[in-house]
């Protein structure tokens, strides 16, 4: 297999504000992933508690400094907040590798504004909700 070298150009998109955002967050947050403690600042990202791509806006608490894999996580729901207790579910797909196992039924590491844990339900709605309401 060959595989081509050198660089090539392309056109990307680019969320106006996100370096604000992030810093804001570095700012109130600190250098801690919420779901798993103190991490150097430059592993962390300033993850969206919603859909940006759909809102299109930095909601000023709509969001959390997490690193980069579990940011990839939540995104995708193997990661979730139950807003009942605010303890992190792992999928059970996830649970298979023991550094996301340990995870389950944790606490976050970080204190929550009220904004926050309504986003985290929004985000338990669409990834661990009943099936009948799934799509609805």
């Known amino acids: 297999i060959q595989i081509p070298q050198g660089f090539g150009r392309a056109l990307v998109r680019v969320r106006r504000g996100q370096r604000q955002f ?3 967050l570095l ?4 250098n801690v992933c919420a779901f798993t403690g103190d991490a150097p600042a430059r592993v962390l990202e300033a993850g969206h508690l919603y859909s940006y791509a759909q809102l299109g806006t930095h909601d000023e608490h709509g969001g959390l400094m997490l690193r980069r894999d579990i940011h990839r996580l939540f995104d995708d729901g193997a990661l ?7 303890r992190v579910d792992v999928a059970p797909d996830l649970a298979a590798y023991p550094q996301y196992a340990r995870l389950h039924d944790e606490p976050l590491t970080v204190h929550l504004r009220d904004r926050q844990v309504d986003w985290l339900a929004r985000h338990w709605d669409e990834h661990r909700g009943a099936p009948d309401l799934i799509g609805a």
């Open 80 to 86: 979730a907040v139950d807003p009942s207790d605010l």
């Open 22 to 24: 992030r810093e804001h």
């Open 27 to 30: 700012a109130s947050q600190g």
